[in-house]
């Protein structure tokens, strides 16, 4: 769990423009800019942002769609990933062939919003946990072939990166624990010591519903327990039980709302999927004038 911005895989992400291109494009081309604009046109175009606020992310990645489709085009920072921006104000400027800027506007302004969203509905997470230790997470629950693209725009709004995938963490959850439990009692305690010698290297979490679960994974020695679904009250006597054994994290139902009083328990994350799966795409133009 950082705050550390990753790394764009930009491998993944050419793979995923190159999908986009295809469903605009489908071997045939932009059949209405080929018509109507004239093969030497040059226009300048400028990303304007239309809401009242908002963060900015996924420049790099808007950038590259542009110049996947008209290498010649220019792109011109005026702002940059992480920036808060209002109503009116330029994120860049794209100059040159008219025919590549207007077929490349949609699938660029597709990533940009999307990610832009991400990071504005995160820094709106990040600052409800300011000034307690508790920092905001995020989840796996991200649009297929995107999260290494929206952990980026997690990062970028404020909020922290959870695990990347089912590779890097050991994450017993509820079904989990149901499939242990078929073996008899200590089924929490059993499925700890089998990852343990399965993945020694890795650190082990799990998923607690009842403080009795709180308990038994804390005295297992896991480094991280994720109270799931808890009440508040419930939580802060979950904290009592592990008695600063494992990091806490609060999960499900979490809503802006409750944030405040969450970062006041005692536990030291909260993870919410709503910073990936429940964003709204933030409304930006291209705005253009051909020369």
């Known amino acids: 769990m950082s705050r550390i911005v990753p790394e764009i895989d930009w491998k993944r992400v050419d793979a995923l423009i190159e999908l ?7 071997g045939r081309g932009d059949t209405t800019t080929l018509a109507v604009v004239p093969e030497t046109a040059v226009a300048r175009g400028v990303l304007r ?22 290498p010649d085009l220019r792109f011109t920072y005026l702002k940059r990933d992480g920036d808060s921006v209002g109503r009116g104000e330029l994120l860049a400027e794209i100059t040159g062939p008219a025919r590549a800027m207007l077929t490349a506007e949609r699938t660029a302004l597709n990533f940009l919003q999307r990610l832009c969203g991400v990071a504005t509905m995160s820094r709106a997470y990040a600052a409800e946990l300011e000034g307690s230790k508790c920092v905001a997470l995020d989840t796996r629950k991200t649009t297929p072939g995107y999260r290494n693209l929206e952990k980026y725009a997690v990062a970028v709004g404020g909020a922290s990166n959870h695990r990347i995938g089912l590779y890097d963490r050991i994450m017993i959850k509820d079904n989990h624990r149901e499939m242990a439990a078929l073996e008899g009692d200590g089924a929490i305690r ?28 804390a005295a297992c020695g896991v480094e991280y327990i994720l109270l799931d679904n808890m009440s508040d009250a419930t939580m802060l006597k979950a904290v009592a039980i592990n008695a600063n054994r494992a990091k806490l994290e609060a999960s499900g139902g979490i809503t802006l709302s409750r944030l405040k009083a969450i970062g006041r328990l005692g536990v030291d994350f909260v993870s919410a999927g709503a910073l990936t799966h429940s964003v709204r795409s933030m409304d930006i133009s291209l705005d253009i004038e051909v020369k």
């Open 20 to 26: 986009a291109v295809s469903e605009d494009l489908d």
């Open 190 to 217: 059993r499925a700890v010591e089998r990852a343990r010698r399965a993945y020694p290297d890795l650190e082990i979490e799990v998923e607690a519903d009842k403080l009795e679960e709180v308990a038994e994974a």
């Open 49 to 70: 942002c239309k809401e009242p606020s908002m963060v900015v992310a996924g420049l790099p990645v808007a950038e590259r769609v542009f110049h996947r489709i008209g």
